[in-house]
């Protein structure tokens, strides 16, 4: 195979600090804001001049978390369950050869502070720190198929799950007046129901946690019904 050397023109800072949670594509959940941060070399202004005229930016990224773990030729879709495989491009799976991604985000604005260039984008589905390859403006003209299908991940995933807070986890919310969509964030993570298939299996009452931001947030999950108990600085 040839080989070629990529490197990262910047890296994405996300609130998502773990791969747990994490919806499974972008926009799912579009309270996820983060930045694109360039690297020295990309830190000029004129990389990214005329890129504001997009409302959607394509970002080509590194699963850098997961690459090392190499790939395997058929992976378990988790739609399907995770009972079923699909070879591994008939999937977006992170496990694959050279471990690229790709995700269409909002792009919310462009930002130079304090001698840094940065891209503000909402609804992502990255790792923080994920390093980025290349960044592509959104071009509806070409890229929206609407005679496209796409077998069996046709329909974006719906679950019937609710979420609800304690007074505690609410209480706390109210007092974090810097990040005010925090609630509908946490509650649109986990109506993604992020568990893994064989959990989604078991009985009775579950409990897990994630961190978002700074946060530590627990939370019970009994049969649709996710309960929020407790929400802390880490
Ligand atoms: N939209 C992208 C694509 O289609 O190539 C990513 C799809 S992949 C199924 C999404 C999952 O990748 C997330 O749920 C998260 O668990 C994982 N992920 C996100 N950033 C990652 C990173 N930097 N390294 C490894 N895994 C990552």
Redesign the pocket.
Known sequence: MSEYSISAVGH?Q?P?KQ????????RLVPQAKAKLIFTTEFNREEFVRGIEEFSHIWLL???????DKGYSAMVRP?RLGGNERKGVFA????FRPN??????VKLEGVEYKNGQLSLLLAGI???D???IVDIKPYLPYSDAMHDASAGFADTRPETQMSVEFTPEAIDFIATQTHYPELKDFIANVLKQD?RPAYKKQKQGEQSYGMTLYNYNIRWQVNGEHNLVTSIENT
């Open positions: 994405i996300s998502y791969k747990f949670a994490i919806p499974r594509q972008p990224f590194r699963f850098h978390e997961t690459a988790p999937t977006r799976a992170t471990a690229i991604g790709m995700s269409a589905d990255l790792l720190g994920t390093p992020p």
